[in-house]
């Protein structure tokens, strides 16, 4: 009985020791699991080399003063203070960078405290923006990877990054960034400049490189995608061949981009200058055709695609003469061929020439919208400068004056101009244009008599007429 009693005693205590044991196990096995996600993916814990003053380009007389003043008052009261990204790049590259910002290891909150003019914004990550006047500074905290941070790990199934808001060190932030010639981080502490990724030598050979793995990286965030092809065309450099072979397979991945966000980069290519070895790069690696999936690329088309060159050239243009683009005029210019394709269409069907024209802007609107998410008042001018081309073809009684008083009247009219330069038939309808709008009112009634005389109206067929059965 005794002997009994005994083993019962040692089963339970070997049970409560087996589970205690288990739970030991489980614990160790999370453990290990942390610590295996704590290792950055892409971190390969290079060190940086350092590029003293004397052996780089970058003056501080080529760095914008306000720039210079938040650099130097981060640096007084102690904290890191480097800048960063595209100034550091276009700098090294003898050009005149865009914006100049700020990377530092001093918090947001802390950064309100030390500068007056300092607005906080975002909330999922907080930058700071230091605004003097019309200029603003945006200075960031160092960040860091996802796998890096103790907490979720914020991607999707697809690797796509949803959340990237963890604070880190300067050795997290490097490994964030896209391409090594963005990564470069110029020390005011010394004039150094800070390299961990080998950018310096990407920026001398003119090569675009991602860090770490193309493929991760595309997936991570596929906007790198057009931003490689941005800066492949502004600042005319090679690209790597790891990075190129993966860009070239990954177009698809733009269909994970918020619409939002898609029309923000699209109105960056407008912007840079080089529109015309950015879209053909666009077109090369197939990223246009997932923009604007609605244009035209039928090679017996050739009016469509010369449209499209001209319209190009004159932004590249008008940005050198440094005037301003219109985003609604561009991309009327992209999506003129299919809509006037898908008007014909209509036409043919029986409907009359406005509503016509009017179905096909619509349906070509509708479908734009859902890649690009093109803001309503850019909509409303892009309708008007289509449904204008309607209204330049009346050229009877009071119709053309108060066509050439629509506030659209100019982008409407250089669409025409674009029209005919490509080679549709509106040729003698242009030039008609052109001297009506240089003509005294004398001459411009002249102008509506001649065209009075030259074409006679044609009689009215009826919509929808059904043919008679005999
Ligand atoms: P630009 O001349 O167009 O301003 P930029 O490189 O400065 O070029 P920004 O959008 O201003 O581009 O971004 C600043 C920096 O932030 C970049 O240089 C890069 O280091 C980092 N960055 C921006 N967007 C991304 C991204 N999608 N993925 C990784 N890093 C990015
Ligand atoms: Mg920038």
Not at 85 to 92: A, E, S, Y
Not at 327 to 341: E, G, H, V
Request: with cysteine.
């Amino acid at each position: 009985m005794r002997q009994c009693g005994i083993i019962r005693e040692l089963f339970y205590l070997v049970r409560a020791l087996s589970t205690r044991i288990k739970k030991i196990i489980k614990l160790l096995k999370g453990l290990l699991q942390r610590f295996n996600k704590e290792q950055p993916s892409v971190h390969p814990k290079a060190k940086p080399t350092i590029i003293p003053r004397s052996d780089h380009t970058i003056s501080r007389t080529t760095i914008h003063r306000n720039a210079l003043k938040v650099l130097y008052r981060l640096h007084q009261e102690g904290y890191q203070a480097y800048l960063v990204g595209g100034c550091v790049r276009d700098l090294l590259l003898g050009r005149q960078p865009k914006d100049f910002d700020i990377a530092t290891n001093a918090l947001p909150e802390e950064m309100r405290k030390l500068f007056r003019n300092c607005r906080l914004i975002g909330r999922r990550f907080r930058l700071a923006h230091i605004l003097f006047g019309k200029d603003i500074i945006e200075v960031a905290t160092f960040r860091t990877h996802h796998e890096n941070a103790q907490e979720h790990h914020g991607k999707t199934h697809d690797g796509l990054i949803i959340r990237d808001n963890v604070y880190g060190t300067i050795e997290d932030d490097v490994w964030r960034r896209d391409f090594s010639i963005n990564a470069l981080y110029y020390n005011i502490a010394d004039f150094s400049i800070v390299d961990y990724t080998g950018g310096m030598a990407d920026i001398k050979a003119k090569r675009l490189r991602m860090i770490g793995q193309p493929e991760q990286r595309f997936q991570e965030d596929p906007v790198r995608l057009l931003r490689a092809v941005r800066f492949m065309g502004k600042l005319n450099i090679e690209i790597s061949p790891e990075t190129e072979a993966c860009l070239a397979k990954s177009s698809h991945l733009l269909t994970h981009v918020s619409p939002a966000r898609l029309f923000q980069e699209v109105l960056k290519f407008f912007q840079e200058g080089a529109t015309v070895p950015t879209f053909k790069l666009l077109q090369q690696y197939n990223l246009f055709q997932q923009l604007f999936p609605q244009t035209l690329f039928n090679p017996e088309d050739t009016h469509a695609q010369q449209l499209i060159d001209q319209v190009l050239i004159n932004t590249d243009q008008r940005i050198a003469e440094g005037k301003s683009i219109s985003p609604a005029f561009l991309i009327t210019a992209f999506l003129w061929p299919s809509m006037n394709q898908q008007a014909r269409l209509n036409r043919s069907e029986g409907m009359p020439a406005y509503v016509s024209l009017e179905k096909a802007i619509q349906t070509m609107l509708t479908l734009q919208t859902q890649r690009l998410a093109i803001p309503r008042n850019v909509l409303v001018s892009m309708r008007d400068i289509c449904l204008l081309q309607y209204h330049l073809m009346s050229r009877q009684g009071y119709r053309p004056y108060r066509t050439l008083d629509h506030p659209r009247f100019r982008a409407a009219y250089d669409l025409l101009l674009l029209r005919s330069t490509a080679g549709e038939p509106v040729e003698e309808l242009a030039l008609w244009w052109t001297e009506f709008q240089k003509a005294d009112r004398a001459g411009q009634e002249q102008l509506i008599k001649r065209v009075a005389t030259q074409h006679r109206p044609k009689k009215k067929r009826p919509y929808n007429r059904k043919k008679k059965v005999t």
